[in-house]
């Protein structure tokens, strides 16, 4: 089946974007599919050192490979993040991370000398999983960006839907500190337009009339999507984001 639809996709590379759809929903990534990426990238941070620690070569079973023993920082900041993700920042102290973390208050403290030097560090390192996992989408049809609109709402769609995924954590930590000059919220803040720049550069290269309100249109999309996945889950309009996504496209070309 796979082979069958990456022949498809051949064929139908230079048509619109809804050509991308079956391809899209069948490719493979080197050690692990479009939906284990996506759900590790988002929401479980052992699963995704998991991942990173799994080589895959081709006609030969997955070798893991043990990683060094993990550094008190390391450990802090995965406990950090796992909880933060899923519980929410303010509702977590940092005795409950020391103690989830099995390290000394003393060395917490030796490596982020306070909480919000923590949280700092969480959405530093969210933002680098986002970015990953958007230029592992983006690398499907590097030449084809309408495809690649395609495929970045398909993603979406997958990744809102996991039974683990529990929100954009730069929307939650947003949330969460009302305080515009507090340090996390620069962090959100520039994800968002890291966001709205490479929206509009895919919307550019895909031949937008108007290729900032495309862009916009796609965010405001994207921030709905992130938002209602929360409370509908997959039985919610996330099923709709890739033909919305088309939609607007269309009415830009």
Same mark, same amino acid.
């Given at each position: 089946?796979?082979? &069958?639809?990456?022949?498809?996709?051949?064929?139908?590379?230079?048509?619109?974007?809804?050509?991308?759809?079956? %391809?899209?929903?069948? +490719?493979?990534?080197?050690?692990?599919?479009?939906?284990?990426?996506?759900?590790? #990238?988002?929401?479980?941070?052992? @699963?995704?050192?998991?991942? %990173?620690?799994?080589?895959?070569?081709?006609?030969?079973?997955?070798?893991?490979?043990?990683?060094?023993?993990?550094?008190?920082?390391?450990?802090? #900041?995965?406990? !950090?993040?796992?909880? $933060?993700?899923?519980?929410?920042?303010?509702?977590? @102290?940092?005795?409950?991370?020391?103690?989830?973390? @099995?390290?000394?208050?003393?060395?917490?403290?030796?490596?982020? /000398?306070?909480?919000?030097?923590? +949280? +700092?560090?969480?959405?530093?390192?969210?933002? @680098?999983?986002?970015?990953?996992?958007?230029?592992? +989408?983006?690398?499907?049809?590097?030449?084809?960006?309408?495809?690649?609109? /395609?495929?970045? $709402?398909?993603? #979406?769609?997958?990744?809102?839907?996991?039974?683990?995924?529990?929100? =954009?954590?730069?929307?939650?930590? !947003?949330?969460?500190?009302?305080?515009?000059?507090?340090? *996390?919220?620069?962090? =959100?803040? /520039?994800?968002?337009?890291?966001?709205?720049?490479?929206?509009?550069?895919? &919307?550019?290269?895909?031949? *937008?009339?108007?290729?900032?309100?495309?862009?916009?249109?796609?965010?405001?999309?994207?921030?709905? !999507?992130?938002? %209602?996945?929360?409370?509908?889950?997959?039985?919610?309009? /996330?099923?709709?984001?890739?033909?919305? !996504?088309?939609?607007? #496209?269309?009415?830009?070309?």
């Amino acid at each position: 089946m796979e082979t &069958a639809a990456r022949h498809t996709l051949e064929q139908n590379h230079e048509r619109t974007p809804h050509s991308c759809r079956d %391809s899209r929903l069948t +490719v493979e990534t080197n050690g692990a599919t479009d939906r284990d990426r996506s759900v590790s #990238l988002s929401t479980n941070f052992v @699963g995704l050192m998991n991942l %990173s620690a799994m080589r895959k070569t081709r006609g030969r079973p997955a070798v893991k490979v043990v990683p060094d023993e993990k550094s008190a920082r390391q450990r802090i #900041l995965e406990t !950090a993040t796992e909880l $933060f993700y899923r519980e929410g920042i303010r509702a977590v @102290g940092i005795d409950t991370i020391i103690a989830r973390s @099995g390290v000394a208050k003393m060395s917490l403290y030796r490596n982020f /000398a306070s909480k919000d030097d923590l +949280v +700092v560090a969480f959405l530093r390192y969210r933002d @680098g999983i986002y970015w990953e996992w958007w230029d592992h +989408v983006m690398a499907r049809h590097p030449d084809d960006p309408r495809c690649q609109i /395609a495929d970045l $709402f398909a993603s #979406l769609m997958r990744r809102v839907t996991s039974p683990l995924y529990r929100g =954009c954590p730069f929307i939650n930590t !947003a949330t969460e500190f009302p305080d515009p000059d507090h340090p *996390a919220r620069a962090l =959100c803040l /520039a994800n968002k337009r890291e966001l709205r720049r490479r929206l509009k550069e895919l &919307a550019q290269r895909a031949g *937008a009339r108007d290729p900032q309100g495309l862009a916009d249109q796609l965010l405001l999309l994207m921030e709905g !999507a992130y938002a %209602s996945a929360q409370n509908f889950r997959a039985r919610g309009p /996330a099923p709709s984001l890739q033909g919305a !996504a088309e939609v607007l #496209l269309a009415a830009q070309l």
